[in-house]
DNA sequence: ATTTAATATTGCAATATTACGATGATATAT
DNA sequence: ATATATCATCGTAATATTGCAATATTAAAT
């Protein structure tokens, strides 16, 4: 029904339509290392929460590392990031001038 | 319970959360003149659908222009399309590069 | 083998979103 | 004045999102 570049940064946006989710990518894009445990105590959502909007987050791609195990290391996918960066940059950068 | 700048971003990135609405603000913006009265056969949804997304993009402050009458008359705000492509900007210039 | 710590999954309630038909309002044209 | 064209609003159904308690899983430590 909509175009494909429309449907990948809608989907992309809805990711970040959350403020937990922005939050949360906000603290793991600044941290220096990329343990992630201490997450629910920054949020302040209870773990599955935080759980469920990482899983979120991680469908998009925008997350890289191990995921098994008890202490998880994730940290964000900078190429991805970049990506989506440029998708917005793109949309947000042509823009008619006369108008009303 | 989150931050300003995250609540606003979230809140932004919300309208965009929508193909319907990214479609709508891609058309809107590449217009020459403003006149958005064939919104309804260029995206392929109903009138009452139309007019609600595009209330949900009003309401961020996107659009400008008359709203009364028959022939509304509306464009992309272009002060506040630049605030928005400067928020995300900010959002994703800041990423830590030290990581797994 | 048990225990422990960290994360995932499930189930469910509350709420929000999306879409549209029916109807209402408003300005222009006839 | 009446009809028409355009957009808004209301009501409502279907679906999605959000959040958490309870439970399960997993790997490391004891």
């Not at 894009?29 to 990482?54: A, M, R, Y």
Request: charged residues 20%; contains cysteine; proline residues 2%.
């Amino acid at each position: 029904m909509f175009s494909a570049t429309h449907n990948e940064l809608a989907k992309i946006a809805k990711v970040m339509a959350h403020p937990a989710r922005v939050a949360i990518l906000e603290y793991i894009s600044k941290q220096e290392n990329c343990i992630c445990n201490d997450l629910v105590d920054v949020i302040g959502l209870s773990q599955p929460t935080i759980s469920q909007h990482l899983n979120e987050i991680k469908k998009i791609g925008l997350l890289k590392g191990t995921f098994e195990g008890k202490n998880l290391c994730y940290c964000i996918n900078q190429e991805r990031w970049e990506e989506l960066q440029q998708s917005f940059h793109l949309f947000f950068s042509n823009i008619n001038r006369n108008c009303c």
